[in-house]
């Protein structure tokens, strides 16, 4: 593996994780996690179940999540998502056929007086 390639984890199908889960680079959730997850970039996919507190750069979610989720750039719905939770960021994109079904805060920047 070069050293400039992008580093990707994943929690594959099949697989539960649990607790305090932080990536450096970007991960995709393809199991079951739960907890407290913190990276860059989060992608949750379809057939995915995720039960957690989510603090990222970018959020993509194609499958089951309830939670929180804090992004500092964007959140994406994808039209597979069934997301019952909180959503905290600057850019959200629901798609058509995407169910969201809770509060979405969208911090913009302080303007200067």
Request: aromatic share 4%.
């Amino acid at each position: 593996m070069a050293l400039n390639e992008e580093f990707e984890s994943k929690i594959g199908k099949g697989t539960k994780a649990s607790g305090k889960l932080n990536f450096r680079g970007p991960v995709k959730i393809e199991g079951e996690a739960e907890g407290e997850i913190t990276g860059e970039e989060v992608t949750i996919t379809t057939g995915a179940v995720v039960s957690a507190r989510i603090s990222a750069n970018k959020v993509t979610i194609a499958g089951a999540f309830s939670g929180e989720v804090t992004a500092r750039e964007r959140v994406e719905l994808m039209a597979t998502a069934r997301v019952q939770c909180t959503i905290s960021t600057p850019s959200l994109v629901l798609n058509e056929g995407a169910q969201f079904d809770g509060d979405c805060k969208m911090p913009t920047k302080k303007l200067a007086a």
